[in-house]
């Protein structure tokens, strides 16, 4: 709910006595919602920061992606325990507060628009701004391939706006992430765990959820990471996993993989914190799979006619809103 000014007479906002009440909290200078308005929701956030923009400027970072429909941006760092500040790209006589950071970089108004009533920076522009200001190069990797999951951007438009703007902070930190980034990611915890197989253990890096077929072009599975010369598929497994019916799942699923001449490589959330677990079972995969002969391995990439591709961002924007609904509902999340 966009916070209001006091109305005198009760009717687009609160009156002052009833601004000094219970009902009401304040949430900048002179701007108001009910006090049964959640402040902690993202949108809500957004929304409350927005309010503070001066008349040029938009909601930048993970506030636009967000507002814009991206799925995984919720604002929490550290485990979802750390609220990030909303970041305002605008100039002017505004300053900080808790919760808000101002972005003074020069703004183009093409990087301008406005989508439900909230103005904010485009999405190549928003995640951009994420990745040059990420903790960590791995984090600005996930900032991207988030971005891609929600369609909001291409890695290629990423890679144009990163170059077109060579002289800014951070550029150099998104061009690296941009090398490691994949559209087909469903999860912050795939990609890291992707950057584990490909960045601690040195292995070739994965594809993202391919499906695998067998010789007669039925689905055998999607795992999340696969290396097709290997044969190795690789899963990460969460709390979710470890309940019963899910786990009765995960292992008949493993089971398929196997029966068709692939090896199966279990991750777990823990393996982010310390990866040597691990690195070391996934070379240890990597082993047992160069030793299966090439008579069991009845696996393919290659996809029946009527299948059809979801794993870039151009495939998945020419979808029908019903193919989106029918083909992507058992994506992560």
């Known amino acids: ?66 507002w814009s429909g991206g799925h995984w941006f919720d604002g929490l760092t550290d485990g979802g325990r750390t609220l990030l500040p909303v970041t305002l790209a605008a100039g002017g006589n505004i300053r900080e507060r808790p919760g808000v950071r101002i972005c003074e970089e020069g703004l183009n108004p093409k990087d301008l628009c406005e989508l439900d009533g909230l103005r904010i920076t485009t999405a190549v522009r928003s995640v951009c701004y994420e990745m040059r200001y990420a903790a960590s190069d791995r984090l600005a990797v996930v900032a991207l391939d988030m971005a891609t999951f929600s369609d909001l951007v291409s890695i290629d438009e990423l890679w144009a706006y990163a170059l077109a703007h060579a002289a800014w902070t951070g550029i150099p930190r998104c061009r690296r992430a941009a090398g490691l980034a994949d559209e087909n990611s469903w999860s912050p915890r795939e990609t890291l765990l992707r950057l584990v197989w490909e960045l601690d253990a040195g292995l070739r890096r994965p594809l993202c959820n391919v499906p695998i077929f067998d010789e007669s072009g039925r689905h055998i599975g999607t795992p999340d990471l696969f290396d097709p010369q290997a044969g190795v598929a690789g899963e ?98």
Do not use: C
């Not at 920061?49 to 636009?64: D, E, F, H, I, N």
């Not at 009845?298 to 193919?323: G, K």
């Open 236 to 333: 990460y497994d969460g709390a979710l996993h470890l309940l019963g019916a899910q786990r009765a799942r995960d292992l008949r699923r493993e089971e398929k993989f196997r029966n068709h001449g692939l090896e199966y490589v279990t991750m777990l959330a823990g393996d982010q914190a310390d990866p040597a677990g691990l690195v070391a079972r996934l070379l240890a995969t990597f082993d047992r799979a160069s030793a299966i002969p090439a008579s069991r391995k009845r696996w393919t990439l290659t996809p029946p006619p009527w299948w059809v591709d979801t794993t870039t961002v151009l495939a998945r924007r020419e979808l029908t809103e019903a193919q989106r609904l029918r083909l992507l509902r058992n994506r992560a999340g």
């Open 1 to 66: 709910m966009a916070p209001v000014r006091v109305d005198p007479q009760g009717k687009s906002g609160p009156s002052r006595a009833q601004a000094r009440g219970s009902g009401w909290r304040t949430s900048s200078q002179g701007l108001f919602v009910p006090a049964h308005v959640d402040p902690l929701l993202p949108e809500q956030r957004i929304v409350e920061a927005a309010a503070l923009l001066p008349s040029y400027g938009g909601v930048t970072g993970w506030g636009a992606l967000r």
